[in-house]
C-alpha cells in the first residue's frame, strides 16, 4: 500500500513504520522559537538541562514577530530572554526586523520541500504550503526539540480535497480558502492532513498557497499541501529561497480517509463574519455593515502579491473618512519588494498607514487593537471574539478589505 | 519501576441522559480562572469544575481511579493543567474513543498515561461500564476487564514512543535517558 504525502514526509525522518495511527520519532530539521512561546521554551531549558548545549544550533532558530520591535515591557523581557539564550548557546535570531517566523523560514531556504518544521506558532502548518511539514506546538515540545532534535508524532489520516471549475477576479486564493472553510468546517479536516487537488489550487502562486494552507489551522486539520505545482510556482519558489524546490506526490495507491469534491465553479468574493472562521457569507450580503477600520497583512495575506492587489483597489483613490487601513508586510523582502515595485507609494497615498514588517494586527500584541464596538475587516484568519482586541472582526481577501476602507462599509472592488 | 496494570474503581462521564459526553474542553476540565496555580497538588480541586453534573468530581475521586469519557475530550486550549488536575487526584489513567490533540500531546509528554478506546461508546451505552465498577487494565497490551461484570473490553495499548516517555517519567526526563544510553 502507497503513502500519502504527510506519510511520505515522516518516513523519511524516522525509523519506525508509518501508518496513520502510529506514533514514531520523527527527526527535525528546523526547530524554533518566536517572542511568544520562547521564553518559556528558554525557561525549560535551562531548568532541565541547565549548561548543556542544543542538539544542533545550525538547525535551531528563535524568530520574533508577534510585537516587533516590542511595545510592552513583557515583550522587551521576552525577546531578551530569547537574545541572551541564543547568546549563549550560539543560536540565530531572527530579530524584530525580519518579519513573520513562518515566511522568514521559508524565504531563508530553511522550510524546503520535504523537511519537517516544528515551533511556537500555531500557524506553523503554513509551510505545507511549500511541501514542508511545518508544526505548531507548546513550549515543552519545544523544548524537547530543541534539546534531542526530534519530536513524537502521531501519523495522521489524510483527506483528498478534490476541486473543480473556474473562478476569477475579484475573486483570490482567499475567497476560495473561506469557501473551502465553509464546505470543510472544522470537522471533515480534524486532526487530518488535507491534499488540494484540481485546476483551481494547481494554478495558485507561492503566497495563494500559503493564503489557503494557512487556514488549514481554522480546518482543524493538521497540515495541507498542494502537490500539483506549474512552472511558474517552481520558479518562483526556488528564486525565493534559493533551494531547489522538489514537488511531493502521493502514491497512486495511497490511502485516504475521505475523497471531497468541491466545485468552485463561479466563486465570488467571501467574508467570515464574527466570531467563527468558518461563518462564512458573500460579501455581497454583507454591504449593510458599515465598518471603522481594515487590516491587510498577517502570515495569510501578508506577501508581495496581496499588497499589490490592494494597491492596485486603492490606486488613484483614497481611504474614506475617518476609517483607518491598517497595512502590514509579512517580512521585510516584502517591505523591500513593495518599496522598489512603487506599491509602498500607491498605498501610502490612498491614506493607509503602513508599518514595519511582523504579525501587525493579527494578534493582540502589536500594531492596531480594536476597541469596543469597532468593527473591522482583515486579512487576517481568525476572528475569534477578543483575538485583535474588543471589536468585531470580519476576515476578508486584500481586494475587499481595501474596497471596504475606500467606501467604509463591507464591499468588492466591483462595487466601486 | 513504573506501574502497568492498573486496578481500580471507574467514573464514566455521562450526562443527566445518560449519553457519554462527548467534546469535553479544556475550560471544562480545569477552568481558565484557576491557570495562576502552578503548584500541581493545589490543582486537583478544580477538576472538571465546569462541566455539568461533575463539579462535586475532586471530592469524590479517590487515588487510583480511572475516567472513561467520550469522543474528543480535552479539545481547545494547550493548558498542561488540564492534565495535571488529575495527576494531582493520582487518577490513574483516562481512557476516551479520540483526545484532543494537544490534550493528548500534554499528557504523553507528563507521563500520564491516555489511551484510545474505540468500543468505549457502545460499552457505556450498554453499561457494560458503568460509573463504580471496579476495572483492571494492562496498559501494555491494551486488555481491559470489568471485575465487576466480568465483561472483557480492548483499549489501545502504549505505542512504543508513549510507553518510552511514560517510563522515563515525562518527555523531559526521556531526552535525559537518550543521553545515558
Ligand atoms: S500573523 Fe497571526 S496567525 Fe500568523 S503567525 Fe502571526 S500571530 Fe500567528
Redesign the interface.
Known sequence: MGYTVIEKIIQRHTQQEVRPGHIVWMILDVRSARDFGGPNVVKNFQKEYGDKPVADRKKTFFTFDLSVPACSLKYADSQQICREFARRKGIKVYDVNEGIGSHVLIERGHAASGSTVVGTDSHMNILGAVGSFGQGMGDVDITFAFKTGKTWFEVPETVKVILKGEFNAPSSAKDLTLFILSKLGTREAALKAVEFYGEPVKELSLAGRITLCSMVTEMAGIVGFVPEANDRFLKEIQDLSGVEYRPLTADPDARYAEEIEIDVSGLTPKAAAPFQPTNVKDVKDLSHVSIDSGFIGSCTNGRTEDMKAAADVLKGRKVKQGVILKIVPATRRVYSEILKQGILDDLFESGAVVSNPGCGGCAEGHIGLTGEGETQISTANRNFAGKQGKGNNYLASPRVVAASCVLGRIASPEDL | MSEFVFKGRLWVLKDDKGNLIEDIDTDQIYHNAYLHITDISEMGRYALGNLEGWKDFPSKAKPGDIIAAGRNFGAGS?R?QAVDCFAALKISLIMAP?FG??Y???A???GFPVLKCAELEALAEKEHIKTGDRVEIDIRIGKARNTSTGETFQVEPL????RQ?YEAGG??A???S?EER
Do not use: D, E, T
Open positions: 494547550s498542561q479520540s490533540a494537544i493528548f500531546r500534554n504523553v509528554n507528563s505505542s512504543s514512543v508513549q516517555i518527555l523531559f526521556f531526552a535525559q537518550m
